[in-house]
């Protein structure tokens, strides 16, 4: 995404140099169709910088915040020199072609060169702030990658974790179980025991009640 930026900014940056000095030329041409063709395409390349302008705006806008941030301020800049540009196509539009030949190609002259210095300026500087712009982009996005990294790190840990403890569900799961089952096996041993408690009692109440009988009729009935 921020490459696609990149390629909208060097784009603006040819057509800005190169409508600056079409305006700059435009000045110091009679009037006629050479200079009619002349301020045709400067409103053309005007109208195609703020479609330039307006892509770099849209594309600025759906990065994440940390380069939206960044590239919004630099898009400033550029709406700023995009309002120079037009102020400089309307003064070419108007300029008074009727002033004597010697003092238009003068100021022509002088105008030409300071245009063509501040244009080298220009282009410096537009070099410059892409290159600043490219290494906060390429900061950018090494910081994304490694949130990124570090984010799947902590998914996968999370993602062993839940195994961990799904694990250890299934162990404790298998615990109730036996732990359910020692308990029937223990409740049946009780209730067997009890019975043959029970069972042992009447064997051992019966027995005493014969030994008695016996013994009442040995002692008693002779």
């Known amino acids: 995404m921020s490459e696609v930026f ?13 409508l600056f000095r079409k305006c700059n030329s435009t000045s110091l041409l009679p ?9 045709s395409e400067i409103n053309a390349g005007v109208d195609e910088a703020e479609v330039v302008i307006r892509k770099m705006d849209l594309e600025a806008r759906s990065l994440q915040p940390s380069l939206k941030a960044v590239l919004l301020a630099k898009l400033r800049e550029y709406k700023a020199d995009l309002n120079k540009l ?7 539009s108007l300029f008074n072609v009727n002033d004597s030949r010697d003092e238009l190609l003068e100021s022509g002259m002088a105008d030409a060169h300071t245009a063509s210095a501040s244009q080298r300026d220009r282009l410096v500087m537009s070099t410059e702030r892409l290159n600043q712009s490219s290494e906060r982009i390429k900061e950018s996005r090494r910081t994304a990658f490694e949130t990124e990294a570090l984010g799947a790190s902590i998914l996968e840990d999370l993602h062993q974790q839940r195994e961990t403890l799904l694990h250890s569900h299934n162990k404790l799961h298998g615990i109730d179980d036996a732990i359910d089952k020692s308990k029937k096996v ?3 041993m009780t209730r067997r025991m009890s019975r043959h408690k029970l069972i042992t009692g009447s064997l051992i109440a019966v027995l005493v009640i014969a030994i008695i009988i016996i013994l009442y009729f040995k002692l008693f009935r002779n």
Not at 86 to 92: L, P, R, S
């Open 6 to 18: 990149e390629g909208y900014e060097r784009q603006y940056c040819e057509l800005s140099a190169n």
């Open 186 to 188: 223990l409740t049946s």
């Open 86 to 92: 037009k102020k400089e196509a309307t003064k070419a």
């Open 31 to 39: 009037d006629g169709e050479d200079k009619k063709k002349q301020l």
